[in-house]
């Protein structure tokens, strides 16, 4: 039997980049926030009238900022152990986890892209059509509001990017490297900590399952590239259906149970093991 406070401490370990990184975003983007209303509200009647227009672009554009300077303590954490993982994945020594990846590398197929895109789309409409949609945070209705340039810039591209690096670059792989655990137990506790990262319910369940998907194949390839572009994609595709409001035309239960088991398919196929 392991021995447990020896684990506990390595699991400490193992998250407190993540912590360090939540704490510092929240604290930077309270500041810089305040700073904004500040501004807004000492401002002349023509630089009032442009932020409240321009609102939006300008909590996404803090929201880029807030995640960056949280990223700083963490960055050279998540470069080594993210090429640490790529390292282990091309390696054929003894390590069972390394044995796990190398063996995996080559089964994933590229079918899990669109898989993941489509349980993505599903996902969001059986949120919406539950109701659970109205429990969505301000900050994710801001970013439906951001212009498409701002959203897929700061929501579809550096938001992933960073998030990656620290939920499934650093997490995942010390969970897996210091505490020892299996990928699918490290892939449930990092995707936990990730749905509780959100701060509401809708936001919750659909980082926690996204998330599962995105340290399993991560899991299996050893490669950072990959959840990366998943998420990137997911986020990407889910923003282009609400700014062209495809969402409202696809919101049934027939739309929603396609894509939902067309993407359960194709990522299942995508992770199968031979």
Request: one cysteine or more; glycine letters at 6%; proline letters at 3%.
């Amino acid at each position: 039997m392991k021995d447990w406070p020896a684990m506990r401490r390595n699991i400490v370990l193992s998250i407190f980049p993540m912590v360090v990184f939540s704490l510092l975003y929240e604290i930077v983007f309270f500041f810089l926030n305040y700073l904004l209303q500040a501004a807004a509200m000492h401002a002349g009647g023509a630089v009032f009238a442009w932020l409240t227009r321009n609102e939006a672009d300008m909590r996404a554009l803090i929201t880029a900022l807030s995640m960056s300077a949280a990223f700083l303590p963490v960055m050279r954490t998540a470069r080594s152990e993210i090429r640490y993982a790529r390292y282990k994945a091309a390696d054929k020594g003894k390590d069972s986890e390394a044995g796990y990846r190398a063996a995996s590398k080559t089964r994933i197929s590229s079918l899990v892209f669109p898989g993941a895109v489509l349980l993505s789309a599903g996902l969001n409409l059986l949120i919406s059509m539950t109701g659970l949609g109205a429990l969505a945070s301000e900050a994710g209705a801001a970013q439906l509001r951001s212009s498409l340039m701002m959203g897929v810039l700061v929501y579809g591209i550096l938001a992933p990017f960073l998030e990656e690096c620290v939920f499934r670059g650093i997490t995942l792989n010390r969970l897996i490297a210091y505490a020892g655990m299996s990928v699918p137990a490290a892939a449930f506790v990092s995707s936990l900590l990730f749905g509780l990262y959100h701060g509401n319910v809708p936001q919750m369940i659909y980082a926690f399952l996204m998330g599962y998907l995105f340290c399993m194949v991560y899991g299996r390839t050893g490669l950072f590239l990959h959840p990366f572009v998943l998420h990137a994609s997911c986020n990407i595709v889910s923003l282009f259906l609400s700014y062209t409001e495809l969402y409202s035309l696809l919101c049934t239960p027939a739309w929603c149970a396609a894509f939902l088991a067309a993407g359960a398919l194709l990522t299942l196929f995508s992770l199968r093991s031979e």
